[in-house]
């Protein structure tokens, strides 16, 4: 018979058996005996033709790491997947394979966030997937930056500096925002709201970057005094 030195009791999540061996679904919760200095371990079959372990306590032999997962907190041998952008997790059915988040683009933010949860995409052009494993470890939310431009807009025939945006991008993406050369382009349209480098094919006649928060108003009146600075010199 083991000696228990302090023995701890532990809940775990566990799969439930059927006669047949297969795993139907979560089970209860159960209850680990081990030594104090023992580590916490849960362990939880990968797929349904593989039988229970000990209800769900402790880990499992090197020869079956291949068909089971193992995990090394109290009750995480449940599958998850992220349901927001936060990392809130959200619990999935025990034969779930994949989670899925929305498509992050720099300078915009997330494409759809109904895409959030448990399962495999149905658009890849918004959505992306990954393998599941217990405890929702597998699937990260996007590490983001959050900063801000001016939104140019045309006000009474001429451009002028609207509110600001709010610029979402990965953690290590560049500061930028874009601007109008031509106040008096009544037909401007802001692109992206400011955010991020300007269109494509702009000209810099038309359009021009800049790598500082708010840094669009600073860099159009530099241009003005500029301008006023070659006039006065040609008096």
């Not at 405890?135 to 983001?144: A, D, H, I």
């Amino acid at each position: 018979e083991a000696n228990y030195d302090h023995g701890l009791l532990r809940n775990q999540l566990i799969y439930t058996s059927e006669s047949s061996g297969i795993n139907a679904e979560y089970g209860g919760e159960s209850d680990c005996l081990v030594e104090e200095s023992t580590a916490v371990e849960c362990n939880m079959p990968k797929s349904a033709g593989n039988v229970v372990k000990l209800n769900g306590c402790g880990g499992v032999l090197s020869s079956e790491e291949a068909n089971y997962d193992v995990c090394e907190t109290e009750l995480c041998n449940v599958k998850k997947c992220n349901s927001d952008s936060e990392g809130t997790l959200a619990e999935c059915a025990a034969d779930a394979t994949k989670c899925k988040s929305p498509l992050f683009v720099d300078y915009e933010g997330y494409a759809d966030t109904n895409n959030w949860g448990c399962g495999q995409c149905s658009d890849e052009m918004v959505c992306k997937d990954c393998d599941i494993t217990i405890g929702g470890q597998s699937c990260k939310t996007t590490e983001t930056h959050t900063f801000q431009c001016y939104n140019y807009k045309v006000e009474n025939d001429k451009v002028v500096k609207g509110d600001e945006t709010s610029c979402l991008t990965e953690v290590n993406t560049d500061v930028v925002c874009n601007y109008p050369v031509d106040k008096s382009n009544t037909k401007y349209t802001a692109y992206k709201s400011g955010c991020g480098p300007c269109e494509a094919g702009a000209t810099e006649e038309k359009c021009l970057s800049c790598t500082e928060e708010k840094c669009g108003a600073k860099a159009i009146a530099i241009s003005v005094l500029a301008i006023l600075a070659a006039m006065l010199a040609m008096v």
